[in-house]
């Protein structure tokens, strides 16, 4: 007999996941939770990420090969709307078409949503990195990657920081639907070239 997703106990910010197919980013909150405190000390307590990056990191089992980040994210994990659900279905397709071990990759946003307004928190943002220590950021869109790295000019490229991750500079979602072909080849070609493989 099969589950029915009305049946699973799930915040509005992973239901919509759900529904798209992102079922890898639904792992048993009391084993992950588990699995963050086991290693804390004395009376520390980890830092409380605001929502919807909390839920994300419980939801998250390290080692992480990959952060995807794009402008809109914010928006997608909260609100269902037929451009949210297009361009959740388009990263469904690429890392099931590139075989990637699901559960290593995470989506963490880089802005939180007030109604339509968006607002980077980079303080957020930067603490899942340094906590979560991906292999690879990749910035789908020039919006993001510019708010994230003020400094650098946007381009399809890769790039180390000083940290040794690898930082990816792709076209967003919306450049390559509803199919621009050119922007989907650069994104694939990039993505397909990585190394994703299982630690020992």
């Known amino acids: 007999m099969g589950l029915d997703i009305k049946d699973l106990k ?6 919509s996941i759900l529904n798209s197919g992102f079922r890898y980013l639904l792992q048993s909150e009391s084993s992950t939770q588990q699995d963050f405190t086991s290693g804390t000390s004395g009376n520390s307590s980890p830092r409380l990420f605001p929502e919807p990056w909390q839920s994300i990191f419980q939801d998250t089992k390290p080692p992480i090969y990959c952060f995807f980040t794009y402008w809109e994210l914010s928006y997608d994990l ?6 949210s659900a297009k361009r959740m279905h388009l990263f469904k397709n690429i890392i099931s078409s590139l075989k990637w071990p699901e559960e290593k990759v995470v989506f963490w946003p880089a802005t939180y949503i007030n109604y339509t307004e968006f607002t980077l928190d980079a303080d957020s943002f930067w603490e899942g990195v ?9 910035c789908f869109g020039k919006t993001v990657f510019s708010a994230l790295f003020p400094e650098r000019s946007f381009q399809v490229s890769q790039f180390t920081t000083t940290d040794n991750m690898n930082v990816l500079s792709l076209p967003g979602p919306n450049d390559m639907l509803p199919d621009n072909r050119e922007a989907k080849r650069k994104v694939w070609h990039a993505l397909k070239n990585l190394t994703i493989s299982c630690p020992a």
């Open 130 to 138: 340094k906590k979560l220590q991906p292999v690879y950021l990749i």
């Open 78 to 83: 909260q609100y269902s709307s037929e451009k």
């Open 10 to 15: 799930l915040n509005q910010y992973h239901r």
